[in-house]
């Protein structure tokens, strides 16, 4: 079993930065980082649920979602079991909470996190 602890979110103003960890814990965490893929989805209130960023655990390859590119920065580092979401020039749009993902594939997600607030302010 996996489990995933995201941490960083908070109050920001607009224009500002955020960086969110996303802790991979438990039996197989290693096998699940270096391997699987880690995303980023985030829900705003009473909107759908949206895919923001993935890495691929094999290699360093990541995508965006168009909103991301240019300002979201997914990273990992495997001897930590640990993902990143950095975060810059934050809009109010980007107010949500943000869930740490991992999966086999990219349409296929097994392990989802508690979730962080991000909340920005205009």
């Known amino acids: 079993q996996v489990q995933l602890v995201e941490s960083g979110g908070g109050l920001v103003q607009a224009g500002g930065s955020l960086r969110l960890s996303c802790a991979t814990s438990g039996r197989t965490s290693g096998r699940i980082i270096n391997n699987y893929y880690m995303a980023w989805f985030r829900q705003a209130s009473e909107k759908e649920r949206e895919f923001v960023a993935w890495?691929?655990?094999?290699?360093?390859?990541?995508w965006y979602a168009d909103f991301a590119q240019d300002r979201f920065t997914i990273s990992r580092d495997n001897a930590e079991n640990t993902v990143y979401l950095q975060m810059d020039r934050l809009t109010p749009e980007d107010t949500a909470i943000y869930y740490c993902?991992?999966?086999?594939?990219?349409?296929?997600?097994?392990?989802w996190g508690q979730g962080t607030q991000v909340t920005v302010s205009s």
């Open positions: 993902v991992a999966g086999p594939t990219v349409s296929n997600w097994d392990y």
């Open positions: 890495i691929r655990g094999s290699s360093t390859s990541t």
